[in-house]
């Protein structure tokens, strides 16, 4: 099972948007509604921003939103804040077939 | 609040068995409804998953890793554990255990709670 492709960094200035995108295949992110969002500071664990595709669990902020077209899923996050600066990865179910969750590469978003 | 703590040797010579036990706590791991995880992140690169298991002891592991894995639970402890033999520097990296949550039609799809990871580095 390959990894779901990111971009490896994105940028912004505070206030303004940044989209990450995350591509998969018919397999996974184009099979099901099951992409998840993960924000990983440094040295930390990652924290779940967004799970089946476009929702938001309880206490993560409205400025952070995501979509599927496809076999590829993005993450909105706007308003950019300092503390958004982190790496965020994608995931998917990829069914029973192989391994059934599969992650993104990864993309470093700097907040200039 | 549901917390998880991974606990376990932080160095384990090549061809050895690594060992580490996931210690949940604010939630009970006998009262189902959620699968127990395990993750890895090599330094530097992103997340593996590694496998779960239910509290009734079914297990699904990651297929590319599957001949090395072991995930038991011991619900009397509210603990689950990860056993991954035979190991070698590649599987130097930081393990997370992990509770996979919104679940719909008897899977799971988000890992909703983390424990805060544990660096294993596989050296003589």
């Known amino acids: 099972q390959s990894a779901l492709t990111q971009p490896p960094s994105a940028s912004g200035s505070p206030g303004q948007s940044v989209t990450i995108s995350c591509t998969g295949t018919s397999s996974d992110v184009g099979g099901y509604n099951y992409v998840s969002w993960y924000q990983q500071h440094p040295g930390k664990a990652p924290k779940l921003m967004i799970y089946e595709v476009s929702k938001r669990p309880s206490g993560v902020p409205d400025r952070f939103s995501g979509s599927k077209s496809g076999n590829t899923a993005s993450l909105t996050v706007s308003g950019l804040q300092a503390e958004d600066e982190a790496d965020y990865y994608c995931s998917s179910y990829a069914g029973s077939n192989n391994s059934p969750y599969v992650f993104g590469t990864g993309t470093k978003v700097t907040v200039l | 609040q549901v917390q998880l703590q991974e606990s376990g040797p932080g160095l384990v010579k090549p061809s050895q068995t690594l060992s580490l036990t996931c210690t949940v706590s604010?939630?009970?791991?006998?009262?189902?409804?959620?699968?127990w995880s395990w993750i890895r992140q090599h330094p530097g690169k992103g997340l593996e998953w590694i496998g779960y298991i239910y509290y009734s002891g079914s297990t699904y592991y990651n297929p590319s890793l599957k001949s090395r894995v072991t995930i038991s639970v011991d619900t009397s402890k509210n603990q689950f554990s990860l056993k991954l033999s035979s190991v070698t520097a590649a599987d130097t990296a930081v393990y997370y255990c992990a509770r996979l949550g919104y679940c719909s039609g008897g899977s799971c799809y988000s890992f909703d709670y983390w424990g805060q990871g544990t660096l294993v580095t596989v050296s003589s």
């Open positions: 604010g939630g009970s791991i006998s009262s189902g409804g959620y699968y």
